[in-house]
Nanobody, 124 residues
Framework: QVQLVESGGGLVQAGGSLRLSCTAS????????MGWHCQAPGKQRELVAA???????NYADSVKSRFTISRDNAKNTGYLQMSSLKPEDAAVYYC??????????????????WGQGTQVTVSS
């Protein structure tokens, strides 16, 4: 059973920083993609940042130059360093991973998993 567990959310003043972490656990063969999405009240969930196993990254325009995504492949952990936070960044942040887990003695098919979400609140 694969699980993604996030941590690091909280309350911060505008201009401040937070670092989110997401650790994948279970019988994991490989993680192709790790990313972060956010969902504010009344809005759809949207991509914030993502990183491939090869180190390629993709960021939402609104967070470029302020947020940095990284991974520690040995720990199956992804990070989102958020700086210069704005009130409009406030949302529930969800970790996402596209990964392959072991099924018996063989790698299974790739599929996506979501974490439970962590709240980020930014006060003005």
């Amino acid at each position: 059973q694969v699980q993604l567990v996030e941590s690091g959310g909280g309350l911060v003043q505008a201009g401040g920083s937070l670092r989110l972490s997401c650790t994948a656990s279970g019988s994991i063969f490989s993680i192709n993609l790790m990313g972060w999405h956010c969902q504010a009240p009344g809005k759809q969930r949207e991509l914030v940042a993502a990183m491939t196993s090869g180190g390629g990254t993709n960021y939402a325009d609104s967070v470029k130059s302020r947020f940095t995504i990284s991974r520690d492949n040995a720990k199956n952990t992804g990070y989102l360093q958020m700086s210069s936070l704005k009130p409009e960044d406030a949302a529930v942040y969800y970790c996402y991973a596209d990964l392959i887990n072991w099924t018996g003695l063989r790698p299974g098919a790739a599929r996506g998993y979501w974490g439970q979400g962590t709240q980020v609140t930014v006060s003005s």
